[in-house]
């Protein structure tokens, strides 16, 4: 188990700085996720903690000891790659009990751990076949016992779940959290899914473009997210986001006047969650335009004075139909006010419906 | 047979209903004049591959000394021409997977049968007497009472040994060599790696014969001219950027993923490439290195232009000298010596077929 710091980490390929600086802790036998879209460095620093790239700058710890330029195979990390990347040409068996082979681990011991890491995962029955003749979930049991078999000190997860069908993420999902919550192990995931972060991570790791945006418990980036960015890439349904002008405790949009509580001026944007909307007696007027029916819940979406409006209602109280003319309202402790120029959370501030 | 008026489908309302029988009745004839022309294609073009084979193997276990006899050919075509058309007629009658193996297991029982008639009376293998008999040359030429002037031949399996000496020797040295550049083409970045690339391929369409001239000089002044090791090395130079190519491409379809995965578990660069990437791309080394022994096995340019004593003769420059020596009096033996040539590359090719088969695929990429 290793306690991991970035301290001004860079990293560039060739002129391109990937990371411009990174500083970040994980604290010892967490669980954290990396979440960003697509190019926005999570893989590059998963690839650097692995030590198969070097940093091109700051400093790299683990346990308070710089591995910088700690080769990857003596940094005891634990890896599952998107692709798995099992070896084609060896058994399970064999597959799960490559990484012991360069620890010069005895015989009788070696395979003892591999059993034990295969009933981890339940892989015991598998141990002989190739993985070409494996399922999608299987290969993914696989490369995780072959991660664990060493008693990593640190296990990386890139994309882990991503390959694999809808409802065997779901229980993978579960199973990769209650085995870090029997193993303890320090725990880093890479994921663009804001849902495999927010239920499986202690604290989420928000990216853009090399920065960290924010750093926090999956409620802390839900209900408190520090910039529009990360607003708009945790939820789904995204939150809407509306445009308006902060003036003398008001703000307008497009002539509807949201009362402001705390304090705001200029150009700010109001964020709505879909699941905080309700359709009811007040609030502002809308037209539905589309009905989205997604099992348990009904996504609407509604034509309005500031556009179109996403609102998740519970099926239960459905009953609304296309062309119907709604009003909707929120509770003012659910709204998020930011402000547009520097896209920053303005703490503390708040709209509330229009009477 | 009525056609439902459709609102927006005008023209279909117009037109006179369809002839549905008439239209499947043309389809059916378009299908079997297809097959007809396949097939009789097909039969053409085997024809004149399988003949020359056929017909070598079939004179080396035939023809006899100081005879000059065609019958026993036409007798063997007449078995084999109906055979192969008959084989195609079953592939393209046949309904079933069984039918087609029932078939075919009838066909060669039939041709087998007669073969046996026709021509089994006149095999033998007194033409294979170079085998046994180094001297063989006089021994031939004594049977039609012109001793003198015969070339004095190796031992068949000295010259035997020297060809299998050079194929195996360049097979080695192109498969180490390439397989570890090939890796480095494939996997680093470095200055001047695309041009490298390019200049490989520009190195392969060279023809090598306009290089006869310089290379004999430079072995001669190295000092290895009339040596196996000059031309193993000449080979190996022409052979080694096309098996670069091809192993790369073979690397390049390996993914990162599994080499860094072997780096985190524990391995240097050097046992990730060992234990994970090499077994990987072992297909591509298995056909370059076939490839490249055949290519050693039936070299006649550079063995014939650096190679200068009996001792150093490959079975091309072997087989070059019997027809030279022996041709006008016995062609048997020439066509002896010709399958006795053959026989190793056909069996190298025929256990390597299936890894042949899959260079094409990994090669490609390049």
Redesign the interface.
């Known amino acids: 188990m290793a306690k991991i710091e970035f301290r001004n980490v860079v990293k560039r390929f060739g002129a391109i700085e990937v990371i411009p600086e990174m500083n970040l802790v994980i604290e010892d036998g967490e669980f954290v996720a990396l979440l960003g879209p697509s190019g926005c460095g999570k893989s590059t620093s998963l690839?650097m903690l692995?030590?198969?790239y070097l940093p091109s700058g700051g400093e790299l710890l683990f346990d308070g000891h710089v591995v910088n330029e700690v080769?990857?195979?003596d940094?005891n990390?634990?890896?599952v790659?998107?692709?798995y990347?099992?070896?084609?040409?060896m058994s399970v068996r064999d597959n799960i009990l490559?990484?012991l082979?360069?620890?010069k681990t005895p015989r009788d011991e070696a395979f003892a751990r591999v059993k034990a890491a295969a009933d981890l995962v339940r892989v015991a029955e598998l141990l002989e076949r190739r993985p070409s003749e494996l399922s999608g979930g299987q290969q993914q049991r696989v490369a995780l016992a072959?991660a664990l078999v060493?008693e990593p000190q640190l296990l990386l997860l890139d994309e882990p779940l991503s390959n694999l069908d809808a409802s065997l993420r779901l229980s993978m999902r579960t199973e990769i959290k209650s085995l870090h919550e029997q193993l303890g192990v320090t725990t880093v995931l890479v994921t663009h899914d804001q849902i495999e972060a927010t239920t499986m991570a202690d604290r989420i790791i928000c990216m853009r473009a090399g920065r960290i945006e924010q750093v926090g418990t999956p409620d802390d980036l839900y209900l408190r997210p520090s910039s529009l960015f990360v607003a708009g890439f945790i939820g789904s349904p995204p939150i809407n986001l509306i445009a308006g002008e902060a003036e003398a405790g008001t703000v307008t949009v497009n002539g509807a006047r949201f009362p402001l509580e705390g304090g705001a001026s200029g150009s700010v944007t109001v964020g709505l969650r879909p699941e905080h909307l309700r359709f009811g007696e007040t609030g502002f007027a809308g037209r539905i335009a589309q009905i989205e029916p997604m099992g348990r819940e009904i996504l609407y979406v509604v034509e309005t004075g500031m556009g179109a409006v996403r609102v998740l209602e519970q099926g239960s109280s459905a009953g609304h139909s296309t062309g119907e003319q709604v009003m909707i309202g929120f509770l003012p402790e659910n709204s998020l006010v930011f402000e547009t120029a520097r896209q920053k959370l303005i703490a503390g501030a708040h709209v509330r419906a229009p009477e | 047979m009525s056609v439902q008026a459709i609102p927006k489908a005008s023209t279909a309302a117009s037109e006179p209903a369809a002839d549905w029988d008439a239209l499947a009745a043309r389809a059916r004839g378009v299908r079997r004049t297809k097959a007809v022309v396949l097939y009789a294609f097909l039969i053409a073009v085997s024809l004149p591959i399988i003949l020359p084979y056929f017909w070598l193997v079939t004179i080396a276990f035939s023809a006899r000394s100081g005879v000059a006899e065609t019958a026993v050919l036409w007798r063997s075509m007449a078995v084999v021409v109906p055979a192969v058309v008959a084989f195609w007629l079953t592939a393209a009658l046949a309904q079933s997977r069984r039918q087609l193996w029932i078939g075919i297991a009838t066909v060669a029982a039939i041709a087998v049968f007669a073969f046996a008639v026709l021509v089994g009376p006149d095999l033998h293998v007194g033409n294979f007497i170079f085998l046994w008999e180094p001297d063989f040359a006089s021994v031939v030429r004594s049977r039609i009472g012109e001793v003198k002037g015969a070339v004095q031949f190796p031992n068949v399996w000295h010259a035997f040994g020297n060809s299998i000496l050079i194929a195996g020797a360049q097979t080695a040295i192109v498969v180490t060599v390439a397989s570890l550049a090939a890796y480095y083409l494939s996997r680093f970045q470095f200055p001047g790696r695309s041009s490298m690339l390019r200049s490989l391929l520009v190195l392969h369409a060279f023809p090598v014969l306009t290089l006869i001239v310089p290379m004999f000089l430079m072995l001669y002044w190295i000092g290895l001219l009339d040596t196996l090791s000059g031309v193993i090395l000449v080979l190996v130079a022409f052979e080694l950027p096309f098996a670069i190519f091809i192993m790369k491409g073979f690397y390049d379809a390996v993914?990162w993923?599994?080499e860094?995965?072997?780096?985190?578990?524990?391995?240097?660069r050097r046992?990730a490439f060992v234990?994970?990437v090499l077994?990987?791309v072992?297909n591509g080394i298995l056909a370059i290195a076939v490839f490249t022994f055949i290519r050693g096995w039936e070299e006649y340019i550079f063995v014939f232009t650096f190679l200068i004593r009996n001792s150093n003769w490959t079975m091309s420059l072997y087989m070059y000298w019997v027809r030279d020596d022996v041709m006008g009096v016995d062609y048997g033996v020439v066509s002896a010596v010709g399958v006795f040539y053959l026989v190793p590359s056909l069996i190298l090719y025929m256990a390597a077929q299936r890894y042949l088969m899959q260079m094409s695929i990994g090669g490609v990429k390049g």
């Open positions: 690839f692995a030590g198969i080769e990857a195979r940094r990390v634990g890896i790659f998107q692709s990347a099992l070896y084609p040409h490559f990484p082979r360069f620890k072959r060493k | 993914p993923d599994i860094m995965s072997a780096l985190t578990d524990g391995a240097s046992q234990s994970v077994p990987q072992r």
